[in-house]
């Protein structure tokens, strides 16, 4: 009886499933590497949810851009990888491929597509900037006055005022859940208000007055800090804003207003219209945060 004989891939069976397993890692390494290269956070994509209603306006709005990004560019990433693999050259293959020239109802399907995409991200781009943009009647002002390198608060009807430079780190103390126009000025020269969790930024810029309002729902302890490189002491110049609920806000600005000497009524509206300079506090800042 004849031995049996070990069945045994031939070479060009190995070697073509070699190559089959070397493709589907590549093709696997460029769909992740975007992904791993990017470290990107789902849902929120790297953004805050936003403690305010434009911050979560914000916050939705880039949500939907970076979910068509990632529809759009995958797709279009899919389909190249596609028709380098289908339609590659074959090696023992010298014949001319088909040759096509037009597909009217593929070109009409891809030029109209991108236009609608556009006009949806420019629509919901126009509607979240008029929410942000808006200034409705507020129910407290907070004027803000930003200088070299720290911040100055004061709130117009009362004698409660904030300063603090460097390391000092003032902190704004403002109502929840309600509309809170800030008043921004630069003493100086050109600073950046930017407070991360409610997802919003402006400029601060001497001899110009940038009005905006916040309406922030969930009180808390929230950092800021300034955005555009400004000098020396750029990188110490933070700040804090403190949202209470009104009846704890109204106890701060009366504790404030009581302990605050009524001569500094004129040193307040005076930094505030960058008539004097806010460098000198007439308070410790240390002194001057909410309790």
Known sequence: MDS????????DSVTTTHQRRSRRRAILLALSTPLIL???QLPSFGAYGGVSKTGTDSYKLWQGFSVAAVIIGGGTALLMIFVVLRYRARKDDTSLP???????????????LPIIVVIGL??????????????PTPQATVNVTAFQWGWK????????????????????VMPADEDVRINLRSADVVHGFYVPKFNFSRFAQPGLLNVFTFNITKPGLYKGQC???????HSLMYFNVKVLPRDQYNDWIAKQDASTPAVNAAAQSGAVAGEINPHVPTRPAQSQGAN
């Open 4 to 11: 049996a004989t070990p069945l045994t891939d031939s070479p």
């Open 38 to 40: 990017a470290g990107c």
């Open 98 to 112: 088909k040759q096509t020239q037009y597909n009217v109802p593929l070109e009409i399907l891809y030029t109209i």
């Open 122 to 135: 420019f629509a919901a781009t126009v509607v979240v900037e008029n929410e942000v943009v808006a200034n």
């Open 153 to 172: 608060f004061t709130y117009p009807g009362h004698r409660a005022y904030i300063v603090g430079q460097t390391t000092q780190t003032p902190t704004m």
């Open 227 to 233: 955005a555009q490189l400004c000098g020396l002491y």
